[in-house]
């Protein structure tokens, strides 16, 4: 059985056919649960903010995370987007479709088994209510190493910033650097 919770899928057994408890998994990925209930204490964040000594998911994205349904938003387009790939990385659909704006939102969204490893944030930049950044994710799927290099565009409306849509730089484009 693969689990796809959020608690294996963080310790790289998405593709295992056990899952890291060795019982039935109770974090199955699911907009109504909330995957980090079974995360560790001091589990780094997977945004890697504070590089040279890493925040704990509960001090940085997780109260993004938490605080959605309280009013709590990402205060700037950076932020949301580490938010957003915290949230890719242990399975929060439910966040990331109440983070992308409406108008380019897709109705339903499902992850596929990825484990993302690291984030490199290469810009940021907002003027207004608008706002752009550009990143590099390193994961790794069916066990192959991949980068997506993107530069993503976010709004302010009402005073949330929502994700809008990103560009996928190519590799090409990339060596150029």
């Not at 709590?72 to 890719?88: G, I």
């Not at 966040?95 to 690291?118: C, D, Q």
Request: hydrophobic residues 30%.
């Amino acid at each position: 059985m693969r689990c796809g919770g959020a608690y294996c899928t963080a310790m790289g057994a998405i593709d295992s056919p056990y899952t890291m408890h060795n019982r039935p998994c109770i974090t199955k990925r699911s907009p109504m649960r909330d995957p980090t209930r079974s995360l560790p204490r001091h589990f780094p964040c997977p945004c890697r903010s504070g590089e040279d000594d890493p925040l704990p998911y509960s001090a940085c994205c997780q109260v993004w995370h938490r605080g959605l349904d309280e009013g709590v938003h990402a205060p700037t387009p950076e932020a949301l987007m580490r938010s957003r790939y915290s949230a890719y990385s242990i399975g929060l659909i439910h966040y990331l479709l109440a983070t992308w704006h409406p108008s380019t939102a897709p109705g339903e969204l499902e992850l596929s088994p990825v484990k993302w490893i690291n984030l490199e944030v290469r810009n940021a930049q907002e003027a207004g209510d608008a706002g752009v950044v550009e990143f590099v994710a390193r994961c790794r799927v069916n066990g192959r190493a991949q980068r997506m290099h993107e530069i993503s565009t976010f709004v302010r409306q009402d005073g949330r910033w929502y994700y809008i849509e990103g560009q996928i730089i190519n590799d090409k484009d990339d060596e150029k650097e």
